[in-house]
């Protein structure tokens, strides 16, 4: 098992940096954290696009990873990338492992996934 980032309390993450596919990178989110913020911002305009906020318990899970549940508990479904604006998706609970895929290829420009998280 490679070794993964952990995420730290109040600290931004970049699940994806500046991307227009792919899977992103992979934080571990420790026990104690029990709020969760992902920040999903299209830099620039965007033409299309789609991400999905996941979790597994293994870092290097192979299979289909889990959608986060949205904040009132219902199943989670991609979330559309918006134009030069800031989505902000919450969660609270726990997570094992956290990743922002893309579901929708981004075109037109990129888009950047940020975590922060927190046991308060």
């Known amino acids: 098992m490679a070794d993964y980032p952990s995420a730290m309390s109040g600290v931004p993450f970049l699940l994806q940096d500046a991307q227009t596919t792919g899977n992103g990178n992979v934080l571990a989110i420790p026990p104690s954290f029990r709020n969760h913020t992902f920040i999903i911002k299209g830099n620039g305009t965007i033409g299309a696009g789609a991400i999905q906020l996941e979790t597994a318990n293994e870092a290097d899970y192979s299979g289909v990873w889990a959608a986060i ?18 989505v902000i998706s919450t969660f609270t609970g726990l997570l094992n492992f956290v990743r922002a895929r893309i579901s929708t290829t981004i075109t037109t420009t990129t888009v950047s996934v940020s975590y922060e998280g927190s046991h308060l």
Request: charged share 15%; proline share 17%; aromatic share 0%.
């Open 69 to 86: 549940p949205k904040p009132d508990g219902t199943a989670s479904s991609p979330i559309t990338v918006v134009s030069s604006a800031d």
